[in-house]
């Protein structure tokens, strides 16, 4: 009798497992999840904008303005470029047609990001919080002063460093500090609100993802979904 019991556990164990196989089989399920938390975040973003602004103004120094007026020099695309050239050539260099593979991406993501930012931008113009206007939304699209969403910086450096956490997560995830660094350095110059960042963050993950499981990397998808829970 024991061992039937056992063994009834056992299946009633594996009927509950099968049960919950959307949850665990499904890769659906998990972009779902994804697409709650940046709609959550873009939310709560924009509650909270003026809030880190005036935040922002509260707690300026001379010597913390500088260094982030650095940060923001040094965090826009043509730097990125400029690095991912110099990793593509040492891949190059040494026969690496992995490493190749996704300096390219990271090229390729970053590019994606950086027009399609460009491109809103242009679409939706919106005052940067140091302009001084009563309008919230709107303005000249062909001055950089209406240019505050989103922010291209943040963007572009994203979808660069998220491509390479995508393909190498111990190498990304050291990385990842650099385009929250750059956020954080737009708006405490007044370039960006909170926002801005957050929504050219998520264009940044959502180009990553696009050049990485569907552009240059459509192995990768078979390989994110292996390392889902089953």
Known sequence: M?????????????????????????????????????????????????SVREFMAQHQSHAMRDFMRYVS??????????????????????????????????LVAMSIAGVTGHVIKRTIPRPRPSVKTEIHWGGSRFSSK???????HVGASTAFFCTLFLANRRIGLVCLPIPILIAFSRMYIGAHYLSDVVCAAILGVLCALLVTRLVMFPSFGASLEASMPK
Do not use: E, Q
């Open 73 to 106: 020099l040094f965090g826009d695309w043509p730097s990125h470029i400029a690095l991912g050239l110099i990793l593509l050539g040492i891949a190059w260099i040494r026969d690496s047609k992995k490493w190749m593979r996704i300096f390219l991406a990271m």
């Open 146 to 152: 209406y240019h505050s969403f989103p922010s291209g």
């Open 2 to 50: 024991r061992i039937a019991d056992f063994k009834c556990a056992l299946t009633i164990g594996a009927g509950k497992t099968d049960g919950n196989s959307f949850v665990k089989r499904h890769p659906v399920f998990y972009w779902l999840i994804g697409i709650a938390i940046a709609a959550t975040a873009i939310a709560v973003s924009f509650h909270f904008d003026n």
